[in-house]
Nanobody, 122 residues
Framework: DVQLQASGGGLVQAGGSLRLSCAASGFTFDDYAIGWFRQAPGKEREGVSCISSSDGSTYYADSVKGRFTISSDNAKNTVYLQMNSLKPEDTAVYYC???????????????WGQGTLVTVSS
């Protein structure tokens, strides 16, 4: 079974950094796209970033460009989201999800992790 385990959330002051991890199992980690999403209280879920293994392409929401960096370590079957210069509006539960055809654009994220809470204090 495909499983994703998100971790690394926590409480941080504005301007600080966190690195989220998405550990994956149950599929071949050489043709995938993993996306990070977040959902703040009372708001809809939004896409934050995505990485495709097919060509290494990465995508970012405008709200996080220049502050967040997505990367992957295929040897560890793990995708990371490095979050710098955090703002209170980044507070949310962060989820990772996988598209097993390696697509970020037009992806079908069929499997999701359980989420990790990021809280940024002002």
């Amino acid at each position: 079974d495909v499983q994703l385990q998100a971790s690394g959330g926590g409480l941080v002051q504005a301007g600080g950094s966190l690195r989220l991890s998405c550990a994956a199992s149950g599929f071949t980690f050489d043709d995938y796209a993993i996306g990070w999403f977040r959902q703040a209280p009372g708001k809809e879920r939004e896409g934050v970033s995505c990485i495709s293994s097919s060509d290494g392409s990465t995508y970012y929401a405008d709200s996080v460009k220049g502050r967040f960096t997505i990367s992957s370590d295929n040897a560890k079957n793990t995708v990371y989201l490095q979050m710098n210069s955090l703002k209170p509006e980044d507070t949310a539960v962060y989820y990772c999800a996988v598209d097993l055809l390696g697509r970020c654009n037009g992806a079908d994220f069929g499997s999701w992790g359980q989420g990790t809470l990021v809280t940024v204090s002002s």
